[in-house]
């Protein structure tokens, strides 16, 4: 008996260390297989399932092991309920248990009930337990358990509109969550810390830390917090303009939270799609995002964002309706309850009701004055034009307004030269030359336009001559000279002034992109897929070879071309190899299909294919692989 409570000891040991780390399904993996059989390992399964993102899978196993009598079980059952939304449930559960606990369940008991009334609108009832909770960790926790309540109240500081204490709350949290170990808190902090960099307009500090965050999480194989840290990206590629990112990190973060069914991420991710296809005219689907997506047509969120969508279809009657309605919830939180103001206040324009306008407007302005977060409200202001510009014409109102612009680097808000804005180009050269801003495809007429940048993009800090020598190396100085002059006043042209940066001496200048340009190039990303080992992101990268119509002579074009088509094809072939050695012979096919498709003149991979394809391929199928390995011989 004594040495099976020791080794049911050690295992509890073993699988704590896991969860601690962050590696839930190597919990789950384990705890499926042999099967749980005391009330901590039920409690156990169940948390990794609720730490990973799997709620539904996470219930039965935390009942389970409540009934079994683990209090543990019933904190995290409460925390369970509150992620899903059901706010009322979560309440009175912990209201049931809470009198029981002591120690640390008691204090993390408190901590998940304050989150769960403010999540349901109780704001000031909310913080004020969860700073209860704080202060409890405070005179009797360790670091660790101080740094994870730390970074829940820094949260609630911002939905407060206080990110002075939020900031410094995140930074205090991510100073006592070890790098090494606690992911999940660590990340939850880093994700915290990057959101309010965002929101006070420190967008280049943002990314160094969603960078630390990206970092973090590659040692955990939770999806809830990779979907929050998706939140915050996706926030500052709205708020910077970049459109195409913007949505591509809302559409990645879809397949997240139709997974995880997590409610504050549902109705984040359902109201920001929604809002985003509606700018983009498609309001069908807006309306239907927010029909399929949103866990709740009542939440004020969702209803605040049906009054955008209204507003914008011209419906100004319900969407002074909806907005209104919005207003009055608790629950909608400031930054809601200034964007809602904003848009009514336009709404309410358009019905002819300027007194009422003038007012609500009024109300929003005062909020914006003092709010520390208005970068947020950038983009509205900006939709909002017609608005703007009648109460920059009211003297009442004018001299705030100006204040407010001007923090915001608004276009005319002040005589002295505007701030210029991020340039996110996106640069295609797999297959295509294209560029892309914005999501908008920009035409150039000089194919030397899109490889000079590329080559920037790679090799920063260059003279003319060094990129003579690169790319047009058997051109005379004068030709080459000539044709640089040109694609550089192009790209200027096309993509504004700040793409390209001079620093050094004036005869001698050496060209890297500006600092505010940020290239996300197609060659970077096939590089980063193969050290990865991701065949799949490579092959979908890898549209053809590096510029194939370039019609100019460039060594380093060439070079580069065949580079990547050999390390692309290494890949290939070793997949191959492997998928033959281990008798999967249907997966070695499509390889060497992917093979052909990226060198079609490979007689060694022709010749394979005609053999794999003997074994499992249909004979119509087999035939046509012998005609073209015949075409190639002959």
Request: glycine share 8%.
């Amino acid at each position: 008996m004594a040495q099976e409570m020791t080794l049911g000891m050690e295992r509890i040991t073993e699988l704590r260390a896991h969860f601690d780390a962050g590696q839930y399904e190597a919990v789950i993996a384990r705890l499926s297989g042999d099967g749980p059989t005391t009330p901590e390992e039920w409690c156990l399964l169940g948390m990794a399932y609720l730490w990973s993102g799997r709620f539904p899978e996470a219930e039965l196993p935390l009942l389970r092991a409540s009934e079994l009598g683990d209090p543990e079980a019933r904190v995290e059952y409460g925390n369970l309920l509150r992620v899903q939304g059901r706010f009322n449930e979560a309440i009175r559960h912990f209201e049931a248990i809470t009198p029981s606990l002591s120690g640390e369940l008691a204090l993390r008991a408190l901590r998940w009930w304050g989150t769960a009334e403010f999540q349901a609108g109780r704001v000031a009832q909310g913080l004020e337990r969860c700073e209860r909770a704080w202060r409890g960790y405070l005179a009797a926790g360790t670091d660790e358990q101080i740094g994870r309540v730390t970074q829940t109240v820094a949260q609630m500081h911002v939905k407060v509109g206080d990110l002075r204490r939020a900031r410094h709350l995140y930074r205090e949290a991510l100073r006592l969550l070890p790098v090494g170990r606690t992911p999940i808190a660590r990340l939850s902090a880093l994700t915290g810390l990057a959101n309010v960099q965002v929101l006070t307009g420190d967008f280049a500090g943002a990314r160094a830390t969603l960078a630390q965050g990206w970092e973090a999480l590659e040692h955990t194989d939770a999806l809830t917090p990779r979907a929050y840290l998706l939140t915050v990206e996706a926030e500052l590629h709205h708020l910077t303009g970049d459109r195409a990112a913007h949505l591509r990190t809302l559409q990645d973060l879809r397949l997240i939270v139709e997974t995880t069914h997590d409610f504050e991420l549902l109705t984040w991710t359902a109201t920001r799609l929604a809002d985003l296809s509606s700018h983009q005219g498609d309001h069908a689907r807006a309306l239907e995002t927010l029909h399929d997506l949103a866990p709740d047509p009542a939440h004020p969120a969702v209803t605040l964002t049906r009054g955008l969508l209204l507003r914008r279809r011209g419906n100004h009657a319900q969407a002074a309706e909806s907005l209104s309605r919005a207003l009055e919830s608790p629950g909608l939180g400031e930054q809601g309850r200034v964007r809602a103001l904003l848009h009514l206040a336009d709404t309410q324009a358009s019905l002819g009701d300027e007194g009422a306008s003038l007012g609500t407007f009024c109300q929003a302005l005062t909020a914006l004055v003092n709010a520390r977060d208005r970068m947020l409200y950038r983009p509205d202001l900006q939709e909002l034009a017609s608005l703007v510009q009648r109460a920059r014409l009211d003297p009442d109102l004018a001299p705030d307004l100006q204040l407010v612009l001007e923090k915001l680097a608004f276009p005319g808000a002040s005589g002295g030269e505007a701030v210029p804005a991020p340039l996110y180009l996106r640069v295609y050269t797999l297959g295509r030359a294209e560029v892309e801003r914005g999501g908008e495809r920009i035409p150039f007429s000089l194919e030397g336009s899109v490889l000079t940048l590329a080559y920037l993009a790679l090799h920063p800090g260059q003279t003319r001559r060094d990129l003579e020598a690169a790319i047009y190396p058997d051109r005379d100085p004068k030709t080459a000279g000539d044709y640089f002059r040109a694609v550089f006043r192009e790209l200027r042209v096309r993509l504004g002034p700040e793409v390209l940066q001079m620093e050094g001496s004036a005869k001698q200048p050496r060209y890297r992109l500006g600092p505010e340009v940020h290239v996300e190039l197609d060659v970077t990303e096939l590089r980063s897929a193969l050290e990865a080992g991701d065949l799949g992101r490579a092959l979908a990268l890898y549209r053809g070879p590096f510029l194939p119509g370039l019609r100019m002579e460039s060594e380093w074009a060439d070079d580069l071309r065949e580079e990547l088509r050999v390390l692309l094809t290494l890949e290939l072939k070793g997949r191959l190899s492997r998928a033959r050695e281990e008798g999967d012979l249907r997966r070695a096919l499509l390889l060497a299909n992917e093979l052909l498709r990226i060198d079609p003149y490979d007689v060694a991979v022709l010749e394979a294919r005609v053999e794999i394809a003997r074994q499992v391929a249909a004979p119509q199928e087999l035939a046509r692989y012998v005609v073209e390995l015949h075409r190639m011989r002959s």
